[in-house]
Protein backbone atom coordinates (compact mmCIF):
# COMPACT_ATOMS: atom_id res chain seq x y z
CA UNK A 1 0.00 0.00 0.00
CA UNK A 2 1.23 3.27 -1.16
CA UNK A 3 1.11 6.46 0.92
CA UNK A 4 0.26 9.48 0.04
CA UNK A 5 0.40 13.11 1.92
CA UNK A 6 -1.36 15.83 0.20
CA UNK A 7 -0.61 19.75 0.90
CA UNK A 8 -3.47 22.34 0.19
CA UNK A 9 -3.83 25.50 2.85
CA UNK A 10 -7.20 25.96 1.20
CA UNK A 11 -10.03 23.89 3.11
CA UNK A 12 -12.70 23.51 1.05
CA UNK A 13 -9.86 22.31 -1.33
CA UNK A 14 -8.88 19.97 1.06
CA UNK A 15 -12.30 18.80 1.71
CA UNK A 16 -12.96 18.19 -2.26
CA UNK A 17 -9.87 16.38 -2.48
CA UNK A 18 -10.54 13.58 0.25
CA UNK A 19 -13.69 13.22 -1.45
CA UNK A 20 -12.39 12.99 -4.44
CA UNK A 21 -9.63 10.13 -2.97
CA UNK A 22 -12.29 8.42 -1.34
CA UNK A 23 -12.52 5.60 -3.68
CA UNK A 24 -8.91 4.78 -3.03
CA UNK A 25 -8.44 4.58 0.64
CA UNK A 26 -7.88 0.64 0.15
CA UNK A 27 -5.34 1.27 -2.20
CA UNK A 28 -3.75 4.36 -0.91
CA UNK A 29 -2.93 5.56 2.50
CA UNK A 30 -3.53 9.34 2.63
CA UNK A 31 -2.83 12.00 4.61
CA UNK A 32 -3.75 16.19 4.70
CA UNK A 33 -2.31 18.92 6.04
CA UNK A 34 -2.57 22.37 5.17
CA UNK A 35 0.83 23.90 5.28
CA UNK A 36 4.65 23.07 4.65
CA UNK A 37 5.52 23.18 8.52
CA UNK A 38 2.93 20.45 9.09
CA UNK A 39 4.23 18.48 6.28
CA UNK A 40 7.39 18.85 7.31
CA UNK A 41 6.06 17.66 11.15
CA UNK A 42 4.10 14.53 9.52
CA UNK A 43 7.30 13.73 6.98
CA UNK A 44 9.70 13.46 10.07
CA UNK A 45 7.55 11.03 11.90
CA UNK A 46 6.37 8.69 8.88
CA UNK A 47 8.16 7.89 5.74
CA UNK A 48 5.32 8.32 3.02
CA UNK A 49 6.14 7.60 -0.79
CA UNK A 50 4.29 10.65 -2.32
CA UNK A 51 3.98 14.15 -1.47
CA UNK A 52 1.59 16.35 -3.58
CA UNK A 53 1.66 19.84 -2.73
CA UNK A 54 0.04 22.75 -3.81
CA UNK A 55 1.54 25.35 -5.77
CA UNK A 56 0.48 28.95 -4.11
CA UNK A 57 0.51 28.55 -0.12
CA UNK A 58 1.12 31.26 2.39
CA UNK A 59 4.45 31.28 4.50
CA UNK A 60 5.86 28.11 2.60
CA UNK A 61 5.14 27.78 -0.98
CA UNK A 62 4.76 24.58 -2.39
CA UNK A 63 8.07 25.03 -4.43
CA UNK A 64 9.90 25.90 -1.19
CA UNK A 65 8.05 23.04 0.53
CA UNK A 66 9.11 20.56 -2.08
CA UNK A 67 13.18 22.11 -2.19
CA UNK A 68 13.23 21.44 1.59
CA UNK A 69 11.67 17.91 1.29
CA UNK A 70 14.06 17.08 -1.80
CA UNK A 71 16.74 17.96 1.25
CA UNK A 72 15.58 16.36 3.81
CA UNK A 73 13.27 12.85 2.53
CA UNK A 74 15.11 11.83 -1.19
CA UNK A 75 13.09 8.65 -1.48
CA UNK A 76 9.62 10.36 -1.94
CA UNK A 77 8.39 11.35 -5.14
CA UNK A 78 7.41 14.89 -5.19
CA UNK A 79 4.01 16.47 -7.10
CA UNK A 80 3.51 19.99 -7.45
CA UNK A 81 -0.18 20.72 -8.14
CA UNK A 82 -0.32 23.65 -9.93
CA UNK A 83 -2.61 25.39 -12.83
CA UNK A 84 -0.89 25.09 -16.40
CA UNK A 85 -1.92 28.07 -17.46
CA UNK A 86 0.50 29.85 -14.80
CA UNK A 87 3.57 28.85 -16.51
CA UNK A 88 5.78 31.30 -15.15
CA UNK A 89 5.31 30.15 -11.53
CA UNK A 90 5.55 26.49 -12.23
CA UNK A 91 8.90 26.91 -14.00
CA UNK A 92 10.49 28.18 -11.45
CA UNK A 93 9.64 25.40 -9.29
CA UNK A 94 11.49 23.31 -11.65
CA UNK A 95 14.23 21.30 -10.35
CA UNK A 96 12.32 20.33 -6.64
CA UNK A 97 9.11 18.54 -8.72
CA UNK A 98 9.13 14.96 -9.97
CA UNK A 99 5.67 15.93 -12.25
CA UNK A 100 3.38 18.53 -11.95
CA UNK A 101 -0.75 17.58 -11.32
CA UNK A 102 -2.59 20.45 -13.87
CA UNK A 103 -5.58 21.98 -11.84
CA UNK A 104 -8.57 21.19 -11.14
CA UNK A 105 -7.83 17.42 -9.71
CA UNK A 106 -8.95 14.87 -11.62
CA UNK A 107 -8.91 11.30 -10.01
CA UNK A 108 -8.14 9.52 -13.49
CA UNK A 109 -5.23 11.56 -13.81
CA UNK A 110 -3.95 11.63 -10.39
CA UNK A 111 -4.08 7.93 -10.99
CA UNK A 112 -2.05 7.18 -13.89
CA UNK A 113 0.42 9.93 -12.17
CA UNK A 114 0.52 7.50 -9.51
CA UNK A 115 0.67 4.37 -11.90
CA UNK A 116 3.15 6.05 -13.62
CA UNK A 117 5.43 7.71 -10.94
CA UNK A 118 5.78 4.12 -9.17
CA UNK A 119 6.05 2.25 -11.73
CA UNK A 120 8.88 4.46 -13.09
CA UNK A 121 10.93 3.52 -9.56
CA UNK A 122 10.28 0.31 -9.64
CA UNK A 123 11.39 -0.34 -13.00
CA UNK A 124 14.59 1.28 -11.82
CA UNK A 125 14.85 -0.36 -8.77
CA UNK A 126 15.42 -4.42 -10.42
CA UNK A 127 18.38 -6.46 -8.82
CA UNK A 128 20.60 -6.26 -11.60
CA UNK A 129 20.66 -2.96 -12.81
CA UNK A 130 21.36 -2.39 -8.37
CA UNK A 131 24.11 -4.71 -8.97
CA UNK A 132 25.55 -3.25 -12.22
CA UNK A 133 25.55 0.43 -10.60
CA UNK A 134 26.82 -0.40 -7.68
CA UNK A 135 30.08 -1.72 -9.09
CA UNK A 136 30.27 1.25 -11.20
CA UNK A 137 33.26 3.45 -9.31
CA UNK A 138 32.59 6.22 -10.84
CA UNK A 139 29.22 7.71 -11.59
CA UNK A 140 29.51 11.26 -13.00
CA UNK A 141 27.94 14.09 -10.55
CA UNK A 142 25.23 16.94 -11.17
CA UNK A 143 27.24 19.57 -12.39
CA UNK A 144 27.88 22.41 -9.78
CA UNK A 145 27.04 25.28 -12.74
CA UNK A 146 24.04 23.81 -13.65
CA UNK A 147 22.81 23.62 -9.93
CA UNK A 148 23.12 27.48 -9.97
CA UNK A 149 21.37 28.03 -13.31
CA UNK A 150 18.68 26.35 -12.08
CA UNK A 151 18.76 28.02 -8.65
CA UNK A 152 19.19 31.67 -11.17
CA UNK A 153 15.80 30.08 -13.12
CA UNK A 154 13.53 29.45 -10.19
CA UNK A 155 14.12 33.17 -8.98
CA UNK A 156 11.34 35.57 -9.49
CA UNK A 157 13.11 37.20 -12.71
CA UNK A 158 15.89 35.35 -13.99
CA UNK A 159 17.72 37.54 -16.61
CA UNK A 160 20.06 36.87 -19.41
CA UNK A 161 22.93 39.43 -17.92
CA UNK A 162 22.87 36.63 -15.21
CA UNK A 163 22.55 33.84 -16.92
CA UNK A 164 25.57 34.52 -18.86
CA UNK A 165 27.59 35.77 -15.83
CA UNK A 166 27.09 32.68 -14.64
CA UNK A 167 28.17 30.45 -17.69
CA UNK A 168 31.04 32.48 -17.94
CA UNK A 169 32.69 31.20 -14.98
CA UNK A 170 33.67 28.51 -17.39
CA UNK A 171 35.22 29.96 -20.37
CA UNK A 172 35.55 26.05 -22.04
CA UNK A 173 31.58 26.60 -21.72
CA UNK A 174 31.45 29.99 -23.07
CA UNK A 175 33.07 28.64 -26.29
CA UNK A 176 32.04 25.14 -26.80
CA UNK A 177 28.14 27.78 -26.33
CA UNK A 178 29.20 29.93 -29.21
CA UNK A 179 30.83 27.00 -31.32
CA UNK A 180 27.30 25.42 -31.35
CA UNK A 181 25.68 28.16 -32.12
CA UNK A 182 27.52 29.46 -34.83
CA UNK A 183 27.60 25.46 -35.92
CA UNK A 184 25.00 25.49 -39.15
CA UNK A 185 22.90 23.46 -36.80
CA UNK A 186 21.35 26.34 -35.87
CA UNK A 187 20.95 27.71 -39.23
CA UNK A 188 22.43 31.83 -38.31
CA UNK A 189 23.66 34.16 -41.14
CA UNK A 190 25.58 36.04 -39.43
CA UNK A 191 28.17 34.92 -36.58
CA UNK A 192 27.28 35.23 -32.61
CA UNK A 193 30.54 36.10 -30.44
CA UNK A 194 29.12 38.16 -27.44
CA UNK A 195 27.94 35.40 -25.02
CA UNK A 196 24.85 37.44 -24.13
CA UNK A 197 23.49 37.17 -27.81
CA UNK A 198 24.28 33.21 -27.85
CA UNK A 199 22.04 33.01 -24.13
CA UNK A 200 19.21 35.37 -25.75
CA UNK A 201 19.13 33.23 -28.86
CA UNK A 202 19.24 29.84 -27.62
CA UNK A 203 17.08 30.74 -24.59
CA UNK A 204 17.29 30.05 -21.33
CA UNK A 205 16.01 26.79 -20.85
CA UNK A 206 17.83 25.39 -23.77
CA UNK A 207 20.85 26.99 -22.66
CA UNK A 208 19.97 25.25 -19.13
CA UNK A 209 19.82 21.78 -21.09
CA UNK A 210 22.60 22.35 -23.17
CA UNK A 211 24.92 23.41 -19.97
CA UNK A 212 23.67 20.14 -18.16
CA UNK A 213 24.76 17.83 -21.07
CA UNK A 214 28.44 19.80 -22.04
CA UNK A 215 29.31 19.58 -18.37
CA UNK A 216 28.54 16.15 -18.06
CA UNK A 217 30.08 15.03 -21.01
CA UNK A 218 32.79 16.91 -19.74
CA UNK A 219 33.45 14.71 -16.99
CA UNK A 220 34.57 12.02 -19.64
CA UNK A 221 36.78 14.00 -21.48
CA UNK A 222 40.00 12.24 -20.34
CA UNK A 223 38.27 8.72 -21.34
CA UNK A 224 39.22 7.13 -24.22
CA UNK A 225 37.54 4.20 -25.45
CA UNK A 226 38.75 2.06 -28.58
CA UNK A 227 35.10 1.66 -30.24
CA UNK A 228 33.30 4.26 -28.83
CA UNK A 229 33.64 8.19 -29.76
CA UNK A 230 32.62 11.21 -26.70
CA UNK A 231 32.05 13.47 -29.75
CA UNK A 232 30.48 11.37 -32.14
CA UNK A 233 27.91 10.59 -28.72
CA UNK A 234 27.48 14.32 -27.83
CA UNK A 235 26.61 15.15 -31.45
CA UNK A 236 23.89 12.39 -31.58
CA UNK A 237 22.73 13.53 -28.19
CA UNK A 238 22.11 17.15 -29.78
CA UNK A 239 20.40 15.64 -32.85
CA UNK A 240 18.09 13.72 -30.60
CA UNK A 241 17.31 16.39 -28.69
CA UNK A 242 17.04 18.86 -31.14
CA UNK A 243 14.73 16.25 -33.07
CA UNK A 244 12.53 15.56 -29.96
CA UNK A 245 11.98 19.19 -28.82
CA UNK A 246 10.37 19.82 -32.53
CA UNK A 247 8.44 16.92 -32.48
CA UNK A 248 7.34 18.44 -29.22
CA UNK A 249 6.66 21.14 -30.92
CA UNK A 250 4.73 19.86 -33.21
CA UNK A 251 2.49 18.51 -30.83
CA UNK A 252 1.99 22.05 -28.94
CA UNK A 253 3.04 20.38 -26.19
CA UNK A 254 3.56 22.67 -22.83
CA UNK A 255 7.03 24.60 -22.89
CA UNK A 256 8.08 22.37 -19.70
CA UNK A 257 7.41 19.24 -21.87
CA UNK A 258 9.48 21.03 -24.80
CA UNK A 259 12.34 21.27 -22.54
CA UNK A 260 12.30 17.80 -20.92
CA UNK A 261 12.14 16.64 -24.66
CA UNK A 262 15.16 18.35 -24.90
CA UNK A 263 17.54 17.69 -21.94
CA UNK A 264 16.18 14.00 -22.03
CA UNK A 265 17.08 13.41 -25.97
CA UNK A 266 20.76 15.53 -25.43
CA UNK A 267 21.20 13.05 -22.26
CA UNK A 268 19.26 9.72 -23.57
CA UNK A 269 23.07 7.90 -24.32
CA UNK A 270 24.91 9.04 -21.43
CA UNK A 271 24.77 5.37 -19.91
CA UNK A 272 27.12 4.33 -22.27
CA UNK A 273 29.17 6.68 -21.04
CA UNK A 274 29.10 5.46 -17.72
CA UNK A 275 29.13 1.70 -18.76
CA UNK A 276 31.83 2.12 -21.32
CA UNK A 277 34.17 4.28 -18.89
CA UNK A 278 33.93 2.18 -15.89
CA UNK A 279 33.51 -1.26 -17.69
CA UNK A 280 35.56 -1.50 -20.57
CA UNK A 281 36.12 -4.77 -21.37
CA UNK A 282 32.58 -5.93 -20.75
CA UNK A 283 31.38 -3.25 -23.06
CA UNK A 284 33.71 -4.65 -26.05
CA UNK A 285 32.29 -7.65 -25.49
CA UNK A 286 28.84 -6.54 -25.76
CA UNK A 287 29.99 -4.22 -29.18
CA UNK A 288 31.55 -7.54 -30.05
CA UNK A 289 27.99 -9.20 -29.46
CA UNK A 290 25.86 -6.50 -31.48
CA UNK A 291 27.90 -7.38 -34.82
CA UNK A 292 28.14 -10.75 -34.35
CA UNK A 293 24.09 -11.60 -33.78
CA UNK A 294 23.16 -8.45 -35.11
CA UNK A 295 21.28 -7.73 -32.00
CA UNK A 296 20.68 -4.19 -30.85
CA UNK A 297 23.78 -2.68 -28.68
CA UNK A 298 21.18 -2.27 -25.84
CA UNK A 299 20.27 -5.96 -25.44
CA UNK A 300 23.86 -7.03 -26.10
CA UNK A 301 24.54 -4.77 -23.05
CA UNK A 302 21.27 -6.63 -21.32
CA UNK A 303 23.01 -10.00 -22.09
CA UNK A 304 26.39 -9.24 -21.16
CA UNK A 305 26.39 -6.99 -18.08
CA UNK A 306 22.21 -7.68 -16.78
CA UNK A 307 21.32 -3.96 -17.63
CA UNK A 308 21.31 -1.53 -20.72
CA UNK A 309 22.39 1.88 -21.03
CA UNK A 310 18.95 3.32 -20.95
CA UNK A 311 18.55 1.92 -17.27
CA UNK A 312 21.83 3.05 -16.55
CA UNK A 313 21.21 6.20 -17.60
CA UNK A 314 17.91 7.09 -15.96
CA UNK A 315 18.94 5.75 -12.98
CA UNK A 316 21.46 8.42 -12.78
CA UNK A 317 19.27 11.36 -14.28
CA UNK A 318 16.70 9.97 -11.42
CA UNK A 319 19.69 10.19 -8.22
CA UNK A 320 20.01 13.52 -9.67
CA UNK A 321 16.50 14.31 -8.91
CA UNK A 322 15.88 15.27 -12.99
CA UNK A 323 11.94 15.27 -13.76
CA UNK A 324 9.86 11.78 -14.32
CA UNK A 325 9.44 12.70 -17.48
CA UNK A 326 13.49 13.22 -18.36
CA UNK A 327 14.23 9.66 -16.69
CA UNK A 328 11.53 7.98 -18.20
CA UNK A 329 12.30 8.87 -21.58
CA UNK A 330 16.02 8.05 -21.16
CA UNK A 331 15.10 5.18 -18.75
CA UNK A 332 12.99 3.56 -21.51
CA UNK A 333 13.83 5.12 -25.08
CA UNK A 334 14.28 1.61 -26.70
CA UNK A 335 11.49 -0.12 -25.27
CA UNK A 336 8.84 2.54 -23.97
CA UNK A 337 6.54 -0.62 -23.27
CA UNK A 338 8.03 -1.18 -20.18
CA UNK A 339 6.03 2.54 -19.16
CA UNK A 340 2.50 3.31 -18.41
CA UNK A 341 0.92 5.11 -22.17
CA UNK A 342 0.08 8.30 -21.21
CA UNK A 343 -0.67 11.07 -24.15
CA UNK A 344 2.08 12.80 -25.33
CA UNK A 345 5.54 12.64 -23.49
CA UNK A 346 9.08 13.28 -24.16
CA UNK A 347 9.63 9.71 -23.78
CA UNK A 348 7.30 8.78 -27.33
CA UNK A 349 9.62 12.19 -28.71
CA UNK A 350 12.98 10.46 -27.56
CA UNK A 351 11.85 7.17 -28.89
CA UNK A 352 10.39 7.72 -32.32
CA UNK A 353 13.78 10.49 -32.78
CA UNK A 354 16.38 7.98 -31.45
CA UNK A 355 14.59 4.66 -33.36
CA UNK A 356 14.89 6.82 -36.65
CA UNK A 357 18.03 7.74 -36.60
CA UNK A 358 19.75 4.43 -35.37
CA UNK A 359 18.23 2.62 -38.52
CA UNK A 360 20.24 4.84 -40.12
CA UNK A 361 23.44 4.19 -37.86
CA UNK A 362 22.58 0.56 -38.30
CA UNK A 363 22.93 0.29 -41.51
CA UNK A 364 26.28 1.57 -41.48
CA UNK A 365 27.36 -0.42 -38.75
CA UNK A 366 26.13 -3.55 -39.16
CA UNK A 367 23.77 -3.72 -36.36
CA UNK A 368 20.24 -4.45 -35.25
CA UNK A 369 18.40 -1.15 -34.44
CA UNK A 370 15.49 -0.20 -32.11
CA UNK A 371 12.23 -0.29 -34.22
CA UNK A 372 10.22 2.21 -33.72
CA UNK A 373 7.17 0.62 -31.31
CA UNK A 374 3.53 1.71 -33.29
CA UNK A 375 1.77 -0.49 -30.90
CA UNK A 376 3.39 2.14 -28.16
CA UNK A 377 2.35 4.79 -29.73
CA UNK A 378 -1.12 3.55 -30.49
CA UNK A 379 -2.23 2.20 -27.09
CA UNK A 380 -1.18 6.65 -26.10
CA UNK A 381 -3.28 7.59 -29.09
CA UNK A 382 -0.41 8.63 -30.67
CA UNK A 383 -0.51 6.22 -33.94
CA UNK A 384 -1.47 8.50 -36.64
CA UNK A 385 1.11 11.10 -36.05
CA UNK A 386 3.83 9.07 -36.77
CA UNK A 387 3.93 10.86 -40.31
CA UNK A 388 3.97 14.51 -38.99
CA UNK A 389 7.28 13.48 -36.93
CA UNK A 390 8.70 11.61 -39.51
CA UNK A 391 8.32 15.03 -41.42
CA UNK A 392 9.85 17.11 -38.60
CA UNK A 393 12.59 14.23 -39.20
CA UNK A 394 13.26 15.33 -42.45
CA UNK A 395 13.38 18.81 -41.76
CA UNK A 396 15.96 18.09 -38.60
CA UNK A 397 18.16 15.69 -40.68
CA UNK A 398 18.23 18.30 -43.50
CA UNK A 399 19.70 21.21 -40.90
CA UNK A 400 22.52 19.19 -39.58
CA UNK A 401 23.35 17.86 -42.91
CA UNK A 402 26.07 20.33 -42.61
CA UNK A 403 27.43 19.95 -38.77
FE1 LIG B 1 20.24 4.38 -26.64
FE1 LIG C 1 20.73 6.87 -29.11
Known amino acids: MKSILLVDDETPVREELERTLQPMSQTWEMAYVSSGREALAKLAKHAFDMVVVDLDMPQ ?86 YRELQEELQSPEPSIQKITRIISKDMGMVTNILQLINSYFFGLLTPVSSPAQAVSLLGLDRVKALVLSMQVFAQFKEYRHPFISLDVLWRHGLVIGSYARAIAQEEKAPQDLIDDAFTAGLLHDVGILVL ?128
Open 276 to 403: ATNLSDQYTDALALMQNRRVTEWEAECETMGASHADVGGYLLGTWGLSDAIVEAVAFHHDPMRSVSQPFSPLAAVHVANALEEKDLAVVMGAGYTHIDEDYLAACGLGNRLSAWQTVYQEVAHSRSSL
Open 60 to 145: MSGPQLLAEIKTKHPQAIRILMADRCDQSLMRRSLGSAHQYLPKPFKLDLFKSMVTRAVTLRERLANDSLRQLVDGIDTLPSLPGL
